[in-house]
């Protein structure tokens, strides 16, 4: 019988993608743990090759991806034979940006007899379909939604990051390494003298383009909902069937207690 492992990294997204599985394998990278997770099989990138060992002894057959992980640290005193003649290869992708490991990753996974699946196909309500979820949107909501996609798709083409805020067409403010949190709160130092009077702006969030949407799709949940709402923002946009959304229900509720609206585009 095939098995499928959830390839955890940290947050609360592994557990709701295990969740949609029956007896998945739980495999978390050394340092990253999943919340409210058990987890079966911890790896280090340096014994990559028994990993994908011992991953065929427990019957996997396919591999998904899941959770927030950041570049580890190696350390050369770890690698066996096998992991170390892939040295060179993911050196090189990791020089290149995420984008770039992400596809080396997945390549070896492949080429170890590994299918690897994103959560649309194992959890596909966790990934919305297109529409608009609470709220009212408007035409200067559309105009900059339209202009918020063409700015993240340009961040995106040189891995720089998956989001931004956008009020009357202007750009307030850009996603980069430090995560949508820290630009939602960096919102405050914009002088009220730079906000457009009027409509009050949404934030949007999309993949980068080209990218393989079986994995590192962006992530939102109530939380965010929240941090949009005291930005004192309008709403938020996200690229349909391209972004994850932890507790849908929970996210409209928040959005309707404070007035916002979510709309997959």
Known sequence: ???TAVIAG???LPAAVA???EAPLICALDGFVPEGLAVDLVF????LVPFFHALEDA????????GAVHRPRLDPALFDAGTAQLVPRLMAAMAQGDDATLRAVIGLFEEFGFTVAGTAEIAPDLVPGAGVLCGTVGPQDEADAQRAAA???ALGAVDVGQGCVVAQGLCLAVEALPGTDAMLRGLSAVPTSLRPTGTRGLFYKAPKPG???RVDLPTLGPETVARVAEAGLGGIVWQAGGVICLDLDQMIATANDAGLFLWAR
Not at 44 to 47: D, L, N
Not at 59 to 66: I, K, N, P
């Open 19 to 21: 969740g949609a599985l």
């Open 44 to 47: 280090r990138v340096e014994r």
């Open 151 to 153: 700015i993240v798709a």
């Open 59 to 66: 019957g996997v057959t396919r591999v998904s991806f899941a």
């Open 1 to 3: 019988m095939s098995r």
């Open 211 to 213: 990218q393989d949407l």
């Open 10 to 12: 940290a947050g609360r």
